[in-house]
């Protein structure tokens, strides 16, 4: 099985910055991996599909990068909206596995 | 719109079986693929399984292999997650999520179904 593993767990960061979470495979992936957020006692939402797709109606300010092994998502300007826990998952071989989930917090 | 929309809370012994209820609207169900992940209050998305709706194909995570079972019901555009051999460790938000084969992603999804395991 693929394992995934998100850094950091835990981010604090401020209003304004620049923010990057990263996703490591246990072995090559392709860019077979999504980013979502997920907001306490709500369902997932798709913010990133194939690595680098910018999903409908998500913010500009979301960015995804990374084939084979190393991933990151990237925001480029924190908004109030965007505190919440993110979690990669990634797609191999007919199964699916999400990373640990990075919470950002408010600095 | 586009939802799905799960069935309500249940509360299990265990031992014994639960069977979740997932009905979609506002896409195509017969062209897309389901899967089925659940959270335990504060931890980690885990996912358990999920089926290609077209084909009625299935795969499933290791660890759920002999206790889940994925359905569907193309009749009502519905799809079903069966789990087993019930224990504590169960208790958790279960949600489903569709991908309409265009993305390899999962970009609608359930409410949640909060299944609670308790003697």
């Known amino acids: 099985d693929i394992q995934m593993t998100q850094s950091p767990s835990t981010l604090s960061a401020s209003v304004g910055d620049r923010v990057t979470i990263t996703c490591r495979a246990s072995?090559?992936?392709?860019?077979?991996l999504a980013w979502y957020q997920q907001k306490p006692g709500k369902a997932p939402k798709l913010l990133i599909y194939?690595?680098?797709s910018l999903e409908s109606g998500v913010p500009s300010r979301f960015s995804g990068s990374g084939s084979g092994t190393e991933f990151t998502l990237t925001i480029s300007s924190l908004q109030p909206d965007d505190f919440a826990t993110y979690y990669c998952?990634?797609?191999?071989?007919?199964?699916?596995?999400f990373g640990q989930g990075t919470k950002v917090e408010i600095k | 719109q586009m939802q799905l929309v799960q069935s309500g809370p249940e509360v299990k012994k265990p031992g014994t079986s639960v069977k979740v209820s997932c009905k979609a609207s506002?896409?195509?169900?017969?062209?897309?693929?389901m899967q089925w992940v659940r959270q335990a209050r504060g931890q980690r998305l885990e996912w358990i399984g999920w089926?290609?709706?077209?084909?009625?194909?299935?795969n499933y995570a290791q660890k759920f292999q002999e206790r889940v079972t994925i359905t569907r019901d193309m009749s009502t555009s519905t799809a079903y997650m069966e789990l087993s051999s019930l224990r504590s460790e169960d208790t958790a938000v279960y949600y489903c999520?569709?991908?309409?084969?265009?993305?390899?992603?999962?970009?609608?999804w359930g409410q949640g179904t909060m299944v609670t395991v308790s003697s």
């Open positions: 998952q990634q797609y191999n071989s007919y199964e699916w596995t």
């Open positions: 072995q090559s992936i392709s860019s077979w």
């Open positions: 999520a569709a991908d309409r084969l265009d993305r390899d992603a999962f970009d609608i």
């Open positions: 194939k690595a680098s």
């Open positions: 089926i290609v709706v077209g084909s009625g194909n299935t």
């Open positions: 506002g896409f195509t169900f017969t062209s897309s693929a």
